[in-house]
């Protein structure tokens, strides 16, 4: 049996003239139970792009306490959230990857779109195994992590290019890395956040909050900071905000570690202490609603802010599958992508 596999039944029939569309997101567990989480979490947080921590001193926390702990913890948080179709982040992409394929046949191109998970199912290598049999020779991998970083990102490519390393025909790609800046993601950030506006008034203050990263990775040359920076920018740009109208925060904190600054609950706590009572919150960092919004963001961050004195907190939906979001990947990914082949035949060339 040969090291790298490759379509070899009716190869040259089946070659397809479809890119393949590969959208992905971080993942989620199977069920909201402790057995559930524990596969789960082991898969993610061995990965060392998340956790830097030497492996056998990491493996021997992450094995003999997080894994005995943590689980059954998140499995709790999940229940609170989990919908009747599944977990809220696999519902949603699912949602994303229908309209993008139904955009991109409004547009006229030959794509098949796929959704994988980084980590559980459905995977980056099952997605990937489907276009190969599938006869698909273009692939563009669309991360939807709108700012890079080396965990989110750069871990989606460690998994893309491990199962291509198998493949005897490896198909023209694409990835695209970041789209922090993109004009489309700005205008349907700006406009989520503008309708709230308008339909709820404006707030004491507007809170930007991004998913955190230990500092550390900040340190040694992880751009994603900098990059919700100026996503954080644009937006109040774009919304004609003045910068004491706003401010950026990061949450979703793990360990003991310090993480990227401000803390989002330390933020909101010191905002109610000054009189701050009226907050909206958005966060830019998650394309769809997952764990980390609609728990921390929904109601553990609302509690604190409440207890620390504030009146009105708000949070604002992600992005999830709002047209101007789907018309933003549409945009993202068509550079990439064949026009339908044209009904109008060559004019002949007369003799
Ligand atoms: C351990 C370190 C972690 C790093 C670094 C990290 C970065 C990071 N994560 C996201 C997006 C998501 N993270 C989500 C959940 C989640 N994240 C971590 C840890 C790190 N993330 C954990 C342990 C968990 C699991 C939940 C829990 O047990 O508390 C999710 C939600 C998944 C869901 O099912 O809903 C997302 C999305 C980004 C953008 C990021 C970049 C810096
Ligand atoms: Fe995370
Ligand atoms: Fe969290």
Redo the contacts with the bound molecule.
């Keep these: 049996m040969s090291r790298f596999t490759a379509l070899t039944e009716n190869a040259h029939e089946k070659l397809s003239a479809d890119t393949g569309v590969l959208l992905t ?5 199977k069920a909201p139970t402790a057995e559930a ?1 524990r596969p789960y ?1 082991r898969q ?2 061995s990965d060392p792009r ?2 830097e921590i030497p492996k056998l001193v990491w493996m021997i926390i992450l094995h003999g306490i997080i894994l005995r702990v ?1 689980p059954a913890k ?1 499995a709790k ?2 229940q609170s959230i989990w919908l009747e179709d599944g ?3 696999l519902v949603h992409s699912k949602n994303q990857r229908g309209k993008l394929e139904l955009a991109l046949q409004a547009a006229g191109v030959n794509a098949n779109v796929k959704l994988a998970m980084r980590y559980g199912e459905p995977s980056i290598e099952q997605a990937l195994q489907e276009f190969q049999q599938q006869g698909i020779r273009k692939v563009v991998v669309l991360p939807l ?1 709108p ?1 890079y ?1 080396g ?2 990102t750069g871990s989606t490519f460690d998994a893309v290019t491990r199962e291509l390393q198998k493949w005897r025909f490896v198909p023209q790609m694409h990835f695209i890395n970041s789209y922090h800046d993109h004009e489309l993601y700005i205008t349907a950030l700006a406009n989520s956040i503008a309708e709230d506006i308008a339909a709820k008034g404006m707030p004491d203050k507007l809170v930007l909050s991004y ?4 500092q550390q ?1 900040f340190d040694n040359g992880d751009p ?1 900071y900098c990059l919700c920076m100026k996503t954080s920018r644009l937006v109040a740009e774009k919304l004609q905000l003045e910068k004491d109208q706003y401010v950026t925060s990061f949450q ?1 904190r ?2 003991k570690a310090e993480w990227l600054k401000p803390y989002t609950d330390a933020t909101l706590e010191a905002l109610a202490q000054e009189g701050k009572t009226n907050v909206a919150v958005a966060c830019p ?2 394309s769809a609603d ?3 919004t609609l728990e921390e963001m929904v109601h553990e961050n609302r509690e604190v802010f409440i207890e620390a004195g504030g009146k009105e907190y708000r949070y604002i939906d992600a992005l999830n599958s709002r047209d101007d979001h789907i018309a933003m990947m549409t945009e993202l990914v068509l550079p990439y992508l064949q026009p339908h082949p044209s009904p109008i035949k060559a004019p002949k060339v007369h003799a």
């Design positions: 997101n971080l993942g989620t567990p989480l979490l993610f947080l998340v956790v943590r998140s948080l999940y977990s809220p982040l992590y700012q970083s965990p989110t998913h955190g990263m230990p990775f994603y979703s793990f360990g960092a998650f997952c764990l980390e």
